[in-house]
């Protein structure tokens, strides 16, 4: 029952999403307000039908319903209630109907959020979100059913007795449900990790969010109200995509650094790159959005950075979903593909035929030019580029050499990580370097003597730390450089930040905590932002020194033998084998003590796990850390060497600063939020004129 429940749900929220979009634009053509406001309700409509949809698919998870095809592939009666919760989007069908109800979620949020505030927008902005959300509930229905149900039929050749059908077919029987449930294939082993459960959403929920500023956006280029209305009615909902979108990379890399047993954290995948581009140019368009609100500039390069954000989001889960790359992250191949590629090939083309049109209408002009090459629009024009270059750059490794090569030479070419590590790191030292710069820069016009008074003391303090670095040992001018970089974006947020305060301090008598307090509350935008540059510059700290200063080794060694690597000794202890766990995997472990200068610092416990009657990949390491702020001491048990009571082969990791990285995320995490808070913040130079004009209007208005 749950299964017909769940397949006749999403298909009327499918008819209900097309009435939107047609009520909705015709309506609005029309000038016929009823149509309009059926198709606003239809929005809502469409998500409770979703939710009905989706709760369906869950509640049969939760309750082992293994007739369904989907919950016996990827569940099992071991497998723990968290994990059976998040098994709804551990598979293709799964995940397409769970990113249709977020889409549909999104959808109904924002029409309620933005229908009084930004009416001449919502009617085009629900069919693009209409459009999105018509499109994966019909692959979902047509390609990806996760409804489809297991049926015997007695009448069929032995080896076709068993099918799979949504619907009961005539003289069907119902598999017996004791033997379902014994041969159940449960979730895969990869997938059973915290960070894995998490991670998929957090993507998903960023993948959808920009979504909303693409619709709105083209909402503004059809309705031709192209003032900054489509910008204040999205804002928040791209910093919202952003925010997890960030969560969702930080996460994959967690849990690739736990489960993938390599010692690292990002290995330039092109499913991970398909996530990170997006991420690039929703990056490049906060930024550049802020010109278009305070200077009336980049009105068309704002469009089109909306655009290929949304065409990321797109391409990128075509590419994973559809076969044309694989990968550990990817889903397996599927007849998905075609029409993926034909739905972004199509939006995309209408999407900058409508820029096009606009522009030839003169509707996309902008109020002012670049008056000065060190003002702050002139450099985030110039950190947009680097953006768009980084992504130009990855994908053409990711993606663009591997198609071009089986296109136009017949053979597989594949750009591998050198390619990646040759051509990014100069890009990301000037993005460092404007993240320092642009923040002190004045709107319009800034001189150079101005710019470098504000940049005085950040640097001299991050010259100070590359002499105390250069003093410990690093002596390597490339990563002098690269810390030198970073180091002053981070400082650049720390000592505005300080100012600010301090100023405050001074004028309002506050203590500094309550002063910081009132100014991120005044304007959570700026110091939101600070905060987010202290956390992607600590981040920046990581990355250099957790991939410039790994070290590792691998060794054979016996019970009370130990291996020396960066001043730390590990010391085997002894060997735990087929130990079984409550989910039914089997383990064996290594137990082992770290040591410095001989003194026992922690004892660890890495170990193989074994998935008993999974198909495929069905074990793998799990590594063991001791942590601090210092670095990481990372080992593993290898799995392919044969393990016995007195020998065990392990690979150790010293990885440095690699903390760093999780902790800039949050600190990340905390800025997003902090920015997202709602506050218009009004100029200096608005709020002087309102001062001195507000005794004249207290006489004009009769006030006190």
Known sequence: MLAEVGFFAAAIALVVGIYAIVSSVFGERTHH????????????????????????????????????????????????????????????AGSLLFWSWLMSLFAALATWLNWRSHRRLMPYAIAYMMAVLVFFVGLTLLYENPFQQWWIMPDNPANSQVIEATLRPAGAEVPDANSLAASAQGLNPMLRHFGMAIHPPMLYLGFVGFIIPFAFAMSALASGELSTNWIKASRRWALVAWLFLSLGLLLGGRWAYDVLGWGGYWGWDPVENAAFLPWLIGTAFLHSVMIQEKRGMLKTWNMFLVIGTFSAVIFGSFATRSGLVESVHSFARSGIGIPFFVFWFLMTLISVGLILWRRGQGLLEDEHRLNSFLSREALFVLNNVIFVALFVAIFWGSFGAPIASELFMNTNITLGTDYFLRVTPPLFLVLYLLMGVAPVSAWGITSAKRLGRSLLVPIAITLLCVVAIYISGVTSFGVLLGYGVVLLAGWVAIYETYRSVRARVRTHKENPLSALWHMASRNPRRYGGYLIHLGIAIIGIGVIGSTLFQQQTQRTIGVGETISIGGYELRYDRFEGAQISEDGRVMDIANVTVLRDGNELAHLRPRRDFFPGVDGLNSMSIAAAHSTLENDFYVLLVDWEELNQTTATFRVYINPLINLIWWGGIILVLGTVISTLPHEVLSTQTRQRLQTASPRLAVATGGD
């Open 33 to 92: 307000e009823s149509l309009v406001l059926s198709g606003r309700n239809a929005t809502y409509l469409a998500f409770i039908f979703m939710t009905l949809s989706v709760g369906a698919l869950e509640v049969a998870l939760m309750t082992e319903q293994y007739q369904i095809s989907y919950v016996w592939s990827v569940s099992s009666p071991t497998m723990p209630t968290f994990y059976r919760i998040t098994a709804l989007w551990g598979s293709q």
